[in-house]
């Protein structure tokens, strides 16, 4: 038991602190987002040259051999920045599906090409039908020669409508439940696939994908027939935690920004951080925010040590944050008064990041169903 | 960063439950798991066992007879202890009374009363709150006058817990009333309970039983080199105590023992129904309950990590002792609501030793889970309330 990190990480959670306080402040991330582009492509290319994209992936396959506790640290000071580039979509998703299961010529054709950053990918984990069970796909992969043809729906494709190429889970038609369902890479300019993107209400981007006998040829599988269920399950793991880590920062940030904003905003002749009812809910935030930190910690060190228990622990996490997180995110609005409901504010627009984070890879709900199936 | 024990960390965990195993007296265990009430003796002897072990004062210095311990040790301890359900050290002697001792005590007072905390020869209590101040501690009123070579006591102590039982009582009192803040002219100092003028009235409390007193003081004379540290300073000392006594109010350990049984008697069939693990709006506000204790448990061994570099308990215990009682009493209430129409009847004497187990009505100890319910919501309003460790927090973490 060890809480302490390496040097190495350390510099890694500076490095990328030095950027969010330096290069990205909130007018800029505005200005992104408030752009025609979904991101800032500049930035990316500075991301692969900085290396965090990189990061996460072994030598092996080009990245730094980076994992769960440099994800948190990255991820953490993302959330402080309110960072929109889609690390998450390209890296955690899609890159997480490349380095577990990817043959060795994929991952140099699309894996190096994503650490390099020339290339945008994503990952079509949800079904509209499905809600947050990444297990219920619908969509099939119907065998055609030595070729498939996919057919079906997918919703809230993280970066579909940057990406080059997306990973489509489909299923052999016949499966049921955890059986049968295979990964395709599909090129985006594919006929049959009709890609509808839109803005998400924290000014990332999203799509919805139509694929209509989108022909692949069977090179494009990653992983082995009817093995995508196992390879999925660990990347949204991995993905929910890294949103979680996320969060942690942004619960922080808020509970922050909303005592120093208590101290200098004046009403009845002094700063309303003076009146006790405010204090103790300031107090219950920061108690929130430790809370929530801790099971990160916890949950980041099992997965670490690729304990098996990680996947209940990073559900405890999740409803922590749907639940705690929540409760700190109303608070901060609350306490901020009118201005915390103003486009102008940077708290609307860390509350309304929050709010997504709630939902993306399942609810509170469906987490602590999923800790209780864990036994 | 890593979750998993080191091989010497597991070593020292098996030596720590081996000793728990053999060593606690069979007796006591018995007691302890149906529920019937420790008397002083048994609370006695089985500190001189861990005494004898070098156990007793966990967090004391090596010099004046502490372990050494690192802070996961010391999280192992405190797990296996709750493991074995063994009752806790009685915190008023090893830890509320000594640290301030070894702190601010002369060589004198040292040697005079460390050794028979540690060897529980002597059993201490609490003289801080008083009728008239609870939360606004420094409000107090009880007197401490110099007449040569004495202190002359005057006034009343009360919510002293275990007072009935002790020898020495260590108190807050005002030396003088001539200062510019209220938190000045209080002194600390230690009182035999022997001394003629102090008397011991029980108060009983909620659920029936006598565990508080309140002590009153007239015309005590108390010799001068009872007096710890400077005349004046005892609000300084009592704070630095009250620190220490919020983070082992947080008993994490214990809470985490108590969830586990809970778990276990939930899966039980109920009265000859199903049992209560099949309803899921129960079994998921357990679970619920059992994700705060995780990220408590997590606090904790974050603040002790901290303190083992160096930095005293501080204001974060504040943050354990207000989410450790609130867990606590999430606790005691699922307790309750498990035993259902069985935590309704007041028997207390089915707990006697010499009553019949089959005799009981409930099985186990149902019907104690709403005594002990009620005797817990205690939890949040000791050691200074939630809502003054709130202020606390507010004022010196957050800057308001």
């Known amino acids: 038991m060890d809480f302490s990190v390496t040097d190495e990480q350390t510099m890694l959670a500076e490095s990328v602190a030095r950027f969010i306080d330096n290069d990205y402040d909130f007018e800029r991330r505005m200005r992104i987002a408030e752009s025609d582009e979904a991101f800032s492509a500049e930035l990316w290319q500075t991301f692969a040259e900085l290396g965090w994209t990189a990061v996460l992936f072994s030598e092996k396959d080009g990245g730094l051999d980076g994992g769960p506790i440099e994800l948190m640290l990255m991820m953490e000071q993302f959330g ?51 809600r947050f069970d990444v297990a219920d796909i619908r969509t099939t992969a119907t065998i055609n020669g030595d070729a498939y043809a996919l057919d079906g729906r997918k919703c809230m494709v ?6 080059d190429v997306i990973i489509v889970p489909a299923r052999t038609p016949g499966t049921k439940g955890d059986d049968g369902i295979s990964l395709f890479a599909v090129p985006t300019d594919s006929d049959g696939l009709t890609i509808a993107s839109y803005q998400t209400v924290d000014a990332q981007s999203a799509a919805e994908l139509e694929l209509s006998g989108v022909a692949v040829p069977a090179e494009a599988m990653i992983g082995g027939q009817g093995r995508g269920l196992e390879t999925l399950a660990a990347v949204i793991d991995e993905a929910t935690l ?25 009403q009845f002749g002094v700063p309303i951080g003076s009146f006790q ?35 209940k622990a990073i559900s405890a996490l999740k409803y922590q944050i749907g639940t705690a997180g929540r409760q700190v995110a109303q608070e901060a609005v609350q306490i901020h008064g009118g201005m915390g409901v103003t486009w102008e504010l940077d708290i609307a627009h860390y509350f309304k990041r929050h709010s997504v984070i709630e939902l993306l890879f399942g609810n509170a709900d469906f987490h602590l169903d999923r800790y209780l199936a864990h036994g | 960063m890593h979750v998993s024990f080191t091989a010497e960390e597991l070593d020292f965990q098996r030596e720590v439950r081996d000793f728990f195993e053999t060593e606690f007296p069979d007796d006591i265990r018995d007691k302890v798991m149906r529920d019937i009430p420790l008397e002083k003796e048994d609370y006695v002897r089985w500190q001189k066992i861990l005494y004898r072990r070098g156990w007793a004062a966990v967090n004391w210095p090596v010099e004046h007879g502490g372990t050494g311990w690192t802070a996961i040790q010391k999280y192992i301890y405190a797990n296996e202890m709750a493991t074995a359900n063994t009752p806790d050290v009685i915190p008023f002697g090893v830890k509320m009374v000594g640290p301030i001792i070894y702190t601010y005590g002369s060589e004198a007072q040292k040697a005079r009363f460390l050794p028979d905390i540690l060897e529980s020869n002597v059993w201490w209590c609490q003289g801080y709150s008083e009728p008239g101040s609870g939360s606004d501690l420094a409000s107090l009123k009880t007197r401490a006058d110099r007449d040569g ?55 009983i409390t909620i659920e029936g039983e006598h565990e508080v007193n309140e002590i009153h003081f007239e015309d005590v004379r108390v010799p001068v080199e009872n007096l710890v540290g400077e005349e004046g300073k005892g609000w300084t000392y009592g704070k630095v105590l009250l620190q220490h006594e919020r983070t082992s109010i947080a008993a994490v350990a214990r809470s985490k023992y108590r969830l586990r049984r809970l778990k276990e008697r939930i899966a039980q069939p109920y009265h000859g129904g199903p049992p209560l693990a099949e309803d899921r709006n129960f079994v998921r506000r357990v679970a619920a309950l059992e994700i705060e204790l995780k990220a408590l ?15 005293a308990p501080g204001p974060e215990s504040s943050l354990l002792k207000i989410r450790g009682t609130e867990v606590q009493q999430g606790l005691d209430a699922l307790f309750v609501e498990a035993a259902g129409y069985y935590a309704l009847p007041f028997v207390p004497d089915q707990y006697a030793l010499d009553f019949p187990e089959s005799d009981r009505i ?3 100890s149902e019907t104690r889970t709403s005594l002990r319910y009620f005797n817990n919501r205690k939890a949040s309003i000791y050691g200074g309330s939630n809502e003054i460790q709130k202020n606390i927090i507010a004022k010196h973490v957050l800057g308001l």
């Open chain 2, 362 to 364: 409930g099985h186990g």
């Open chain 2, 149 to 203: 070579d004495h202190y002359v006591i005057n006034g009343t102590k009360t919510w002293t817990t275990l007072g009935q039982m002790a020898d020495w009582i260590f108190c807050l009192v005002r030396t003088s009333s001539d200062v510019a803040r209220r938190q000045e002219g209080i002194s600390f100092i230690l009182v035999d309970m022997q001394t003629p003028g102090l008397s011991v009235r029980p108060i």
């Open chain 1, 80 to 130: 402080r920045g309110l960072l929109i580039e889609p690390f998450l979509a390209n890296i955690v998703l899609a890159g997480g599906v490349l380095k577990r299961s990817a043959s060795d010529e994929q991952k140099s054709e699309l894996l190096s090409s994503i650490i390099e950053g020339s290339t945008q990918a994503a990952l079509a984990f949800a079904e509209p039908q499905a």
């Open chain 1, 277 to 311: 009812a405010l204090q103790h809910r300031m107090v219950d935030t920061l108690m929130l925010c430790e809370q929530s930190r801790s099971l990160l910690l916890w949950a980041v060190m099992l997965s670490a040590e690729g304990d098996p228990s990680a996947a």
């Open chain 2, 297 to 311: 448990e997590y606090t904790e061994l974050r603040t002790l990590a901290a303190v083992a570099v160096g930095n």
């Open chain 1, 158 to 163: 993280l970066n579909g409508g940057s990406a």
């Open chain 1, 242 to 266: 890294a949103v979680c880590a996320e969060a942690v920062g942004i619960m922080r940030t808020m509970h922050d920004k909303t005592v120093e904003y208590s101290k200098n905003r004046i």
